[in-house]
């Protein structure tokens, strides 16, 4: 058995991540924490300024990374957003199709099907095409990974939010369902659960009913989101796939 001062430390050196929904909260912790450990990094959400800014800190301590403005739930964005991140990175390796919204509040009966469909539009058909523009590209390196990012919503049903749970209980049977089409490729697809991370998109979901509310519930921020991520990042071609990593505490 190895030592532990054998182990081989976790490294990005010579990948190129593209990440959804880099411009704020998990994905842009997870867009610096890659890029931290060697990654090249290609931002992307629909807000210019959050994705250059981060770009601008990933370059500022000395990584690099681009910056494409792209709607995952337009299929011709997520197109032109893959195109433009390999020609100007020089391939992709790692997808974090990390993006989401929580647009639909309320009971079903009450509810406002624009903003159901909205959210099933984006959280994911928006991951469907991502996955779609990726996979030559991840062909292209001789393999890679895709890591969703799922919710203990999508595991469980919460009254008040159908939209939101669909869409991760849909994003968590494409996660299984891509994992068996792909690992002929060595492209891995896995599921990571967050479980609460204070962020803007959780702001205005920590009332009653929320994770948010249970005590013995681990309330983290973005970077505490990081670790778990990287460890997907970089496991083996023959490693996990078509699973669901979860950082909560509670059944889910
Ligand atoms: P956030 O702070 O609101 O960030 C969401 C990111 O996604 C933003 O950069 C946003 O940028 C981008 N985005 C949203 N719609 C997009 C679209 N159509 N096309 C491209 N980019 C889009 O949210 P977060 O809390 O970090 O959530 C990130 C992921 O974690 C989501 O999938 C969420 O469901 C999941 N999650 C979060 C929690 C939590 O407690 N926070 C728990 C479980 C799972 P633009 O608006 O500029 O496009």
New binding site residues.
Partial sequence: MRSPMEMPTATLEGKVALI????????RAIALGFARAGATICC????RS?IEDTAARIAAAGGEAFATV????VRKSVRQLFATSAAAAGGIDIVVA?????LDHGKVEDSDPEAWLATLN??LT?VYHCAQAAIPYLRERGGGKIIT?G?GMGHKGTPGSSAYCCSKAGLWMLTRVLAQELWEYNISVNEL?????V????DRDRGAGSVFQIDSEWKKT?EEVVPLALFLATQPAVGPTAQSFSLMRRDS
Avoid at 20 to 27: L, V
Avoid at 70 to 73: I, P
Avoid at 98 to 102: L, Q
């Fill in positions: 959804t929904g880099a411009g704020r909260g998990i994905g992307a959400a629909r807000t959050e792209a709607d995952v739930s990390n993006a989401g919204v929580n984006t959280n928006g990012i919710s659960i967050p479980g609460p991370v962020t803007d998109m959780s973005p």
